[in-house]
């Protein structure tokens, strides 16, 4: 008996030094430590980014987004705008499929039709705007027409969402976008263990000469962000994400990890109900009280460390000033909360109890929360908190509008007039369960949606934003920053600084195996 | 009684461990239950101190991320853990001790039926009958009660119908019976007394079973809402520091650890002292 | 033929069992608030998607049709399929049902090869203080009383911060890799062991002081026999009795998934899985897996009875 540990334990020593010997990295390969596994295979309906940033692997769509958030070629070499109403697209030459066949005019045509097509109950149909036409002029070149202006149309193309898929393959029923995927992309999927890891090799026929740099991508799923942590320092993993601001300190400070803030047009945002009669905040005032007393600063420098910003209804990111001179944003605390409790006392809802509901599978909500929860309290708000399942979070804010005010946040994608339409409950028709339509403010929308960016939409959004002040239905809060580590002794990255949304791997294809 | 008062006198022999196990309990009950009224410091006050800072003398389990002092929250913990398994498992006895009686007294149908249903709780997967009770409930204290209930019931009724069983058929049952005493009184009057030794050995094994369920199902942020604190939720907080700050899982987890034993020793000390094992050397 | 009488009744009572715990997940999943709907379109869910999604995978049909169907298609060997993958429920759980009981046997193992010579020799040694108290006591009440994701947490944080052999998750298969495999799964296993050491060393100590109280035994230490003699011949034998059940029972709960450890882990086994469909409110997987789970529950439990008759004959006679 007593022999028996010590066979073990010298057993245990030649494993050690084997394991040490082995290679840590194969040639050519690069290692994406990805925190969530997709939610489903389909491109065109998938409403997470956990599943978009998987999809950027593997498809391409027509226009992408430069560090600028302005609009590039992608799988369209060029497009003309002939008209506000009418584009021509010419498709890259070499654009081909993972398969070997080239993408043509049918395949744009047919991804759009069925974005369009309410059987898939894809949600990226609204943001295209109503297109009346589609026509192939040759097998490179598309017409399409809308029926009126529509200022989100390129920017909605330059989304994953509006990724273009093997259109023939799809009909002929060798390809089944709900199951598997296939696109013009860098990469290919080999292999797939859920909520495990992905293998994906090159895309042999991919439009780009040398790309993609690696010839396979290992994709391990670390939902933990410890695990994560711990994987990025072992080498196990070349690169990833972190939500939490202190990641980087949390890697400390050896030399061969680096961190890559990456500033996204996105925002955490509380939707508050202004629709159920059972809440304090169907009373506006109510809502413009509790919007007056946040203390944003103070989300900022606890929950991030001081890394993010205060955030406005129109992103930041988009370096408009919208919305900076409103008391919200300009005036002192006190002053703000002095409003507050003057706006609950004319409501005669001194102390209303709220509350506030935030998805568990997100800490950083919960600490939002809590910070939110405290800095309401000097105001007269007896807030509790309900950390709850993401299906749940959902159904009850999206569906059942059963809730007081809820945090999430929000995606700003690439462009502003994109983004607000998020107040347009018309168009977000997922918001119609607690957002209150105010006419003039849909009007508004509706105008700057068709306006190209200038000095006038500017002042357009500057109305705008005011507006949504007002009603106080859905608030921004802070900016969400991306924090991006990998290493730099395994990999060679590019990564910009500033990406719509879910973009972080916009430039995949440059990665490669450091030597 | 007399039984019980010779048992008593068994448990206050304790050896050292035992007495280990009680001060630390009695320690931790009295921190549980006058926790708030202690001037200990707000559990919930945000920016007290530093983020993440380190223990020190102003701060004696140091700070959260959102700089809170980490130490009163600890005893909030303690006190909620305590609290709601004590909670849930005393409510479990009485339901468990009263079906696990009517099964092995009735017998039958009424058996068969508790039997099974003791085991469909017991062959579901603990953890995640607690996920889906705690779902469809809605998180929270009255979820988290619910699910220590249905994990610990099993285990009261097992116990009680076979002792229930080995004593039904005595003497003074069948008198009872033959004097036309009714099935309730036969079971309050004269089970009852007959199975609480074997319930309140269970009781402390559930206890600490139910410290355990809490703890967990907080850990998964299913449990107590933030900013209330569990033991279970200062280490699923911790856990996301654990690099940089790691006295907030090491303090959480010790201190559950140290409750969960002090409940451990106690409920031995409880078990030896009401059905005492007489070793016998073999030399 | 004895065996036969003793099994049919506890077979039957199985069945009903299982059939319990079907209505029982398939009911408390149905009544979870949010859907797959929810999860695969995020925010931009509207109440015409919601019907698309619940059409397309019938789950808008009355639930006593949605639970007769699942029932009928799982008589014909079909589990249904994941509305995440799309892909068969019982083609991923065979592939992570050898994960799982890789780790289940690594804590069986080592919870066996400590556990039950501690148990052993502290319940020999406690018969002898004639006070019952000893080593065992102190390693069992620790051992019971630290949760596993605490162990869990504190390993993963030691094993961050120095880079020593094992690895914080990325599994690789036995077959492919052996060392590699043993580096990922070796600290879950470990820590997953650590509450069977505890409980296979008090069993087993207890089961030891009891027997040790009985007649045969008083009549062989009178008879004069070595102690060694005494614990190989008898009391072992009659000792290992209560330990077969819970060693029963460990198993079945290990095998029944050790959600938290493989979640903490990153062990792609049948828990994280289960888990995970359950968050994902992928029906089909909470449904197939739980059963599954409990199948295997129940059938370690009756072979542990089945065990337990043939160790000791007196328990199948009584019948």
Known sequence: ?515 | MSGFSKAAGRLLRADALTLFGLITLVTLLFLGIFGPWLPLGDPSRIAAGPRLGAPSAQFLFGTDELGRDFMPRVVQGIRSTFLLSAIAVTITAVIGSLLGMAAGYLGRFADQAIARGADILFAFPALVAGLLVAAVMGPGQGSAITVISIATLPLFIRVVRSVTLGIAGRGFVTAAEVAGASTLRIMLVHLLPNVMGAVMVQLTYALSIGMIIESALSFLGLGVQPPDASLGSLLRQGSSYLTIAPWMVLSSGAVLSLAIMSVNLVGDAVRDALEPLKGRPLT | MRLVVYLLPRVLAALVTLFGVSVLVFLSLRLLPGGYADILLGPFVTAEARAIIAQRYGLDQPLVLQYLRWVWAMLGGDFGISMVTQRPVIDELLRRAPVTLQLALIALGVALAVGYPLGVLSGTRAAKTRKGRDFGRVIGAMGASVPDFVLGSVLIFVFSVWSLWFRVGGYVPFSTDPVGNLRTMLLPGFTLSVFGVALILRTTRDAVLRVMTEGHITAAVARGDPPRVIIRRHILRNAAIPVVTVVATYFGFLLGGAVIVEVLFSVPGVGLYIFNGLLNRDYAIVQAGVLLAAVVFISINMLADVLYALIDPRVGATR
């Not at chain 1, 920017?155 to 273009?164: G, M, Q, R, S």
């Not at chain 1, 944003?296 to 955030?311: C, H, P």
């Open chain 1, 1 to 515: 008996m007593p022999k028996k540990p010590r066979t073990s334990l010298s057993v245990l020593a030649v494993m050690a030094g084997l394991g040490l010997a082995l290679p840590a990295q194969a040639q050519g390969v690069i290692t994406w430590g990805k925190p969530a596994e997709i939610t489903g295979f389909d491109v065109h309906v998938a409403g997470t980014v956990a599943s978009w940033e998987m999809y950027q692997m593997v498809y391409e769509t027509l226009l992408i987004t430069d560090d600028e958030l302005s609009l590039q070629a992608g799988l369209a070499e060029s497009w003309e705008e002939e008209s506000p109403t009418r584009f021509i697209f010419t498709l890259r030459e070499g654009a081909a499929f993972s398969n070997g066949r080239a993408v043509d005019a049918q395949d744009v045509i047919g991804s759009i039709e069925r974005i369009q097509n309410p059987e898939i109950a894809s949600y990226w149909a609204h943001q295209l705007g109503e297109i009346v036409s589609m026509e192939a002029l040759d097998d490179r070149r598309i017409v399409i027409e809308l029926a009126r202006p529509h200022a989100t149309f390129l920017p909605a193309l330059a989304h994953i969402t509006a990724a273009i898929i093997p259109v023939q393959e799809y009909r002929d029923g060798s390809f089944d976008p709900a199951r598997e995927m296939l696109g013009s992309g860098p990469f290919m999927v080999e292999q797939h263990n859920q909520d495990e890891s992905w293998t994906l090799t090159r895309n042999p026929h991919y439009g780009r000469d040398g790309y993609p740099r690696a010839d396979r991508m290992e994709v391990a799923i670390i939902p933990d962000e410890s695990a994560r942590i711990a994987a990025l320092r072992d080498g196990r993993i070349d690169f990833t994400t972190f939500e939490n601001p202190d990641a980087p300190q949390m890697l400390g400070t050896a030399g061969n990890i680096a961190n890559h803030p990456i500033q996204t047009t996105n925002y955490y945002r509380f939707d508050v109900n202004a629709l159920s009669e059972d809440s304090a905040f169907h009373d506006r005032r109510v809502r413009q009280a509790m919007n007056l007393a946040l203390d944003r600063d103070a989300i900022n420098m606890l929950v991030f460390n001081g890394t993010s910003a205060v955030d406005y209804p129109v992103p930041a990111a988009f370096g408009t000033d919208a919305c900076h001179d409103l008391d919200t944003y300009a005036l002192p605390r006190d002053e703000r909360l002095e409003r507050a409790r003057a706006l609950l006392e004319e409501a005669g809802q001194p102390s209303p109890q709220v509350e506030l509901m935030a998805s568990s599978a997100n800490q950083v909500l919960g600490r939002i929360a809590q910070v939110a929860q405290q800095s309401l309290a000097e105001a007269g708000f007896q807030v509790t908190i309900a950390s709850v399942p993401t299906a749940e979070y959902l159904q009850r804010v999206f569906t059942d509008g059963d809730f007081d005010f809820s945090a999430s946040w929000l995606a700003g994608y690439t462009d502003p007039s994109m983004v607000i339409q998020w107040w347009n409950p018309n168009f977000a028709v997922w918001n119609l369960a607690f957002q209150e339509e105010i006419p003039e403010l849909s009007d508004a929308l509706a105008d700057v949606r068709s306006t190209p960016a200038s000095p006038e939409r500017d002042q357009a959004l500057r109305d705008i934003c005011a507006m949504i002040d007002e009603g106080a239905n859905l608030l921004a809060l802070v900016s969400k920053v991306d924090y991006v580590a990998y290493r730099s002794d395994q990999i060679e990255v590019r990564l910009a600084d500033r990406t719509g949304s879910a973009n972080t791997w916009q430039h995949i294809a440059e990665f490669a195996p450091a030597d």
